[in-house]
């Protein structure tokens, strides 16, 4: 199994940055995925951005140019920098690992953007 941890989630003006933190421990496989998904109220879970182990990144059209993933392969950690935030960034930002067959997330770390 893999656990996920999650930080750096916060209240934050329109405008601003935050940067997410999410720490993997346990059983890691080598190749993976790890991003960052989120959910904000009334919606379904989207997809934020994610990074494979091998470097390789997926953005939502909506955040590109504004948010940054990154990875530190040796601390099992993946990081979310999120620059000129926007009210419609508000929501519930959860961590994700995946292998394919397995996949894990995090608690979750609000953020909330405000006009």
């Known amino acids: 199994q893999v656990q996920l941890v999650e930080s750096g989630g916060g209240l934050v003006q329109a405008g601003g940055s935050l940067r997410l933190s999410c720490a993997a421990s346990?059983?890691?496989?080598?190749?993976?995925?790890m991003g960052w998904y989120r959910q904000a109220p009334g919606k379904q879970r989207e997809l934020v951005a994610r990074?494979?182990?091998?470097?390789?990144?997926n953005y939502a059209d909506s955040v590109k140019g504004r948010f940054t993933i990154s990875r530190d392969n040796a601390k099992n950690t993946v990081y979310l920098q999120m620059n000129s935030l926007k009210p419609e960034d508000t929501g519930v930002y959860y961590c994700?690992?995946?292998?394919?067959?397995?996949?894990?997330w995090g608690q979750g770390t609000q953020v909330t953007v405000s006009s």
């Open positions: 994700n690992y995946n292998t394919g067959p397995y996949g894990a």
């Open positions: 346990g059983n890691i496989l080598r190749i993976n995925v």
């Open positions: 990074m494979s182990s091998i470097g390789s990144t």
